[in-house]
């Protein structure tokens, strides 16, 4: 499927008179599309909710739309519980699904009222020593171990995997758990990520249902909620079937009634805690070609580098390129398109055929709406970009502003280098 941007050239022209490029840019009325679909997909299950995983996306004006449709926010760390904090999530919204946790933030996800959910059996005592109690309502993340397979092929490691609890610690840890006090559980795993095809979500579900079941009937815990966290993929590649939230939907839907139903189980609460399906196709990294470099390759060099965008130069991960005002015009020219930075990774793309690119051209990089942003360092004291939102309407707000030299050097606070610059 031939993959569009959700903006065209002369909105870019008119944008960059503001707002300089480097830039991510997201599309509203796309975030909104989705959120609905989600949670239209889920509608059977009384207690559904998406906890959007904020690593992805920590933008307030972001988490702000998504809680429009009852969204809660999955966090992992300090800053991610304070943001959800601040944007008024109450504690029912936020899953604290961390893992090697700071007692600092086990206070914090406490004070907060956030759910617990816990990734190692050595955290209940961790826990109870660092808030005092085992709070009522307490989660457990599940590691099975092995391989993780799926009918097309593709497969996950979750033995080589440093989260979860096996299952034998998971059912002392429920026992425990219950001894301690818990009266509420969740059951959570994420085996798989970005998989781009509807059977992952299923066969999970099935997975954590039918061991909900032995749970229940060997430990006598009450299963208020199972949690299959993300791991849905987003279409990265031109030629690849985007996921059908839907069809997703109706799968787990399928096995809830199969193994929970039968089970005397028809109330457990389905949840997740999705990032890159939410938000990975509704967001761009707007670039200008600022150089050509002909020697042993073909280079454009662009004024984004990895810093803007980490996913190519960290997993080699295929982000597709538009260049704007030429996505009719044949791709006769093969390409490396290049960030500045002193890393020879710095690339967006090897060898990519594209149209013929001149400098000042815009490109868009697609799909940067999770873990795009979110990832960038400062590497060569890059900094990092603007990002702004498409709204519905057409018009563009700026929901979090370039960083400036001051941003980067801020924290020196022993050598005020600030007072020595122009
Ligand atoms: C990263 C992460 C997610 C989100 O994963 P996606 O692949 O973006 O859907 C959800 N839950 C946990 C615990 C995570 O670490």
Redesign the pocket.
């Known amino acids: 499927m031939k993959k569009k941007t959700f903006v065209t050239r002369q909105q870019i022209e008119e944008i960059t008179k503001t707002y300089p490029t480097p830039f991510h840019l997201y599309d509203e009325a796309g975030i909104r599309r989705n959120a609905e679909a989600v949670k239209e997909a889920f509608s059977w299950n009384k207690g559904f909710r998406e ?1 959007f ?1 904020v ?2 996306t920590p933008n307030p004006f972001i988490l702000n739309i998504l809680k429009e449709y009852d969204c809660g926010c ?1 966090c ?1 760390s300090m800053t991610e519980l304070m943001l959800a904090d601040a944007l008024d999530f109450d504690g029912s919204h936020i ?1 604290f ?3 090697d946790t700071p007692a600092s933030e086990f206070q914090l996800a406490n004070e907060i009222g956030a759910i617990i ?1 816990l990734d190692d059996f050595t955290h209940i005592d961790f826990l109870e020593q660092t808030i005092g109690k085992i709070p009522e309502t307490i989660s457990c ?1 599940y590691n099975p171990g092995g391989v993780f397979r799926m009918s097309n092929g593709i497969m996950d490691n979750p033995g080589d995997a440093k ?1 979860g609890f096996t299952r034998e610690q998971l059912f002392e840890g429920y026992k425990l758990l219950k001894e301690k006090g818990a009266k509420y559980f969740g059951l ?1 795993a ?1 085996l798989a ?2 998989t781009v095809t509807n059977e992952y979500y299923p066969m999970l579900a099935k997975q954590l249902f039918e061991l909900a079941v032995e749970l229940k009937n060997e430990v006598g815990c009450e299963i208020k909620f199972i949690n299959l ?5 987003v279409a990265y590649r031109p030629e690849e079937t985007p996921n059908d939230i839907r069809a997703i939907g109706e799968g787990v839907r399928k096995v809830y009634e199969e193994v929970l139903v039968p089970a005397g189980m028809d109330d457990v609460a389905i949840y997740t ?8 196709p509704y967001g761009c990294l707007v670039t200008q070609a600022i150089h050509e470099k002909h020697t042993y390759k073909e280079y454009i060099g662009v004024d984004a580098c990895a810093v803007n965008l980490m996913r190519p130069a960290m997993y080699g991960s295929y982000h597709h390129i538009t260049v704007l005002g030429k996505e009719d015009a044949p791709c006769d020219h093969k390409y490396d398109v290049t960030g500045s930075l002193c890393e020879n990774n710095d690339k967006f793309a090897v060898d990519r055929m594209l149209p013929e690119i001149e400098r000042g051209d815009y490109l868009v990089i697609h799909d940067t709406g ?2 795009g942003f979110s990832m960038g360092y400062n590497y060569n004291g890059k900094l990092k970009s603007a990002e702004l939102l498409l709204k519905k309407d057409g018009s563009v707000q700026l929901i979090r502003r370039a960083e400036t030299p001051k941003d980067y050097f801020a924290t020196f606070d022993c050598f005020d280098i600030l007072k020595k610059m122009k």
């Open positions: 906890y995983a690593k992805a999955d992992a899953m699904s961390s893992n959910n993340r989260y959570h994420f990520s970005n966290s993300g791991g849905v993929g805690e999705m990032g890159r399906f939410m938000l990975g999770a873990h």
